[in-house]
């Protein structure tokens, strides 16, 4: 029996291991060149980062001039337990009842196959637009974005993209209705770095670097507290709440020695009600509460970002919605828990959703054995097919 042309090109792309810390970009392009050739659309391949391309295949629309629509996908995907998929993960295994397995069908290369069908049926229905459309494939979401979304929205090719809304990647749903993205929390990564006197470890030594550490770890560890009794005082979702966690602590070199620094990691997740330098003066009032000599250090700063409108009176947003009716899709906008390369969009201007089509599904992304059901795929195809000639006619 001959399968779903859009399923298999699916099963073709989960099969290249685009999987960190090597992932096989160059067989990405490769593979991501063939298909615009196949829509007849012109592909630009930019390596911000030498290694690390950028893959922008472009629709143009009939009024050019008007700001355009990105549906953005990134092509790496998490590492893999081998031992725990009941599996091989780069397979693309599909079983008798369609679910098809492997390291990305969720997260996110299916969404980018969506986005992809959708233009092809498009096309071949003979439609046109007004909007320009970009099918936009980054590197590097899986590990931060620094050689990704965040080096590229800094050159010319993005600005040249004349970006007017943009969709990215959402999260699957157990339930009927499908979360809808319009902000993500500020993803915030720090070291505090707590310098103190050192001394023999069988004395009273004064100012120790580890006095500095309590200090700081009782206010975060005070902050996270409040936020959890908020969250479930107000029955909040965690996209409404700010995250904190201590994620590492270093410093000593002997047990007997009292250490003249110790260094503890930081990971906050503020939403983004809370600008980012109101979390900034918080930590370093903290520090400074704490003792001389502190350092902060960033590790990740994710930009402020503008919430994307969901109002009624949004066109765009409006379209959206008009198309969720008429595929009779139940959504739910909320603030996204973690971080995806929306947040670069929407810090350089660009209204952006975060919507992936997946219900009826286990929430797998980074877990064992993920995967989509062939019919729940082919159903986001039409999903985005109906989503592109609302938000494209716009």
């Known amino acids: 029996m001959s399968e779903n042309k859009s399923t298999t090109l699916l099963r073709e792309y989960i099969r290249i291991p685009s999987v960190h810390p090597n992932p096989d970009y160059s067989a990405i392009s490769k593979f991501l060149k063939t298909q615009a050739d196949s829509l007849g659309l012109p592909c630009l391949v930019k390596e911000v980062v030498p290694g690390k391309p950028v893959v922008i295949i472009s629709w143009e629309g009939t009024n050019p001039n008007l700001k355009s629509i990105v549906l953005n996908s990134h092509t790496d995907v998490v590492p893999v337990t081998r031992d725990k998929w009941k599996h091989p993960p ?77 969709f990215d990647e959402g999260i699957a749903s157990e339930g009927e209705e499908v979360p809808v993205f319009f902000a993500d929390r500020h993803e915030i990564w720090i070291k505090s770095r707590c310098p103190g006197n050192p001394g023999h470890g069988s004395r009273f030594v004064e100012n120790t670097a580890a006095e500095k550490v309590n200090y700081m770890m009782n206010k975060l560890l005070g902050w996270r507290k409040q936020e959890e009794e908020r969250m479930k005082a107000g029955n909040l979702l965690l996209g409404e709440v700010t995250t904190v966690n201590v994620t590492g602590l270093e410093g000593g070199e002997q047990v007997n020695v009292v250490p003249s620094e110790m260094v503890m990691t930081v990971d906050i997740r503020a939403t983004p009600s809370m600008a980012v330098e109101e979390v900034e003066k918080r930590v370093k009032g903290w520090m400074e509460e704490a003792g001389a000599g502190m350092e902060l250090e960033y590790i990740q700063e994710a930009p402020n970002q503008i919430p994307t409108s969901i ?84």
């Open 90 to 166: 780069f397979a693309a295994v599909k079983e008798e009842n369609g679910d098809i397995f492997g390291r990305g069908t969720q997260d996110m290369k299916s969404i980018g196959i969506m986005h992809m069908e959708a233009i092809r049926r498009l096309k071949q229905a003979r439609k046109r637009f007004p909007r320009t459309i970009h099918l936009l494939f980054v590197p590097e979401e899986e590990i931060g974005s620094l050689d990704g979304m965040i080096a590229f929205v800094k050159t010319p090719e993005f600005k040249s993209l004349n970006a007017g809304y943009a």
């Open 311 to 394: 109002s009624p009176e949004d066109p765009f947003w409006a379209g959206f919605c008009r198309a969720m009716a008429k595929m009779k899709i139940q959504i739910e906008p909320q603030v996204f828990s973690a971080g995806t390369d929306a947040r670069y969009l929407r810090g350089n201007g660009v209204p952006t959703i975060g919507f992936s089509p997946i219900n009826k599904t286990p929430v797998l992304l980074h877990d064992h054995n993920e995967f989509i059901n062939e019919k729940t795929f082919l159903k986001g195809i039409d999903i985005f097919t109906q989503l592109i000639t609302e938000v494209a006619s716009v």
